[in-house]
């Protein structure tokens, strides 16, 4: 009986998987930024500056700090920084002065716009090596995932 032996990946664990293909997209974005003059974000500045450009500008501080497993406080120095550096503006809300609207400037929007262009272009060849079938299948993974990870999280 003749075996195929396995693909590369198939040795592979999923955590590293995961963490290596993270990495693609965050390599492809920050040369992107880089070479458009946007060099100064700092590590986790993408998330926010792409979260406000994909609608979650009323996300909670505490919840963008959840998500990037940092403390509301080093949450609070990265908008600093962004704010400091001219990507982001940050105004009390007209509703409620106890809290703060954080907004993207032009500056932000144009990081954001090659952000983007930079995950389009990975997502595009993405498609083309794995197709239709092969994307919902990932993501009905990584959905799966996340499920676990929340019930996990509920459950301790």
């Not at 198939?10 to 293909?21: F, S, W």
């Not at 040369?31 to 406000?52: H, K, M, S, T, V």
């Not at 990870?149 to 301790?156: M, P, Y």
Request: no cysteine; hydrophobic share 40%; proline share 3%.
């Amino acid at each position: 009986m003749n075996r195929e032996s396995p693909t590369w990946y198939e040795e592979i664990v999923v955590p590293a998987l995961l963490r290596h293909a993270r990495g693609t997209y965050a390599s492809a974005m920050r040369r992107a930024l880089d070479e458009a003059g946007y060099d100064d974000i700092p590590e986790n500045g993408l998330y926010i500056i792409g979260g406000l450009a994909m609608g979650a500008g009323d996300a909670p501080l505490g919840l963008m700090a959840q998500q990037l497993r940092i403390t509301k406080q080093a949450a609070g120095q990265l908008v600093d920084t962004l704010v400091m550096r001219g990507y982001l503006t940050r105004e009390g809300d007209p509703d409620d002065r106890r809290k703060l609207v954080i907004t993207l400037t032009d500056r932000g929007r144009g990081a954001a716009e090659v952000q983007g262009a930079a995950r389009d272009r990975i997502d595009t060849e993405l498609h083309a090596r794995i197709g239709d079938s092969g994307i919902r299948a990932l993501k009905r993974g990584l959905a799966a995932l996340m499920e676990i990870g929340r019930q996990e999280k509920t459950s301790t």
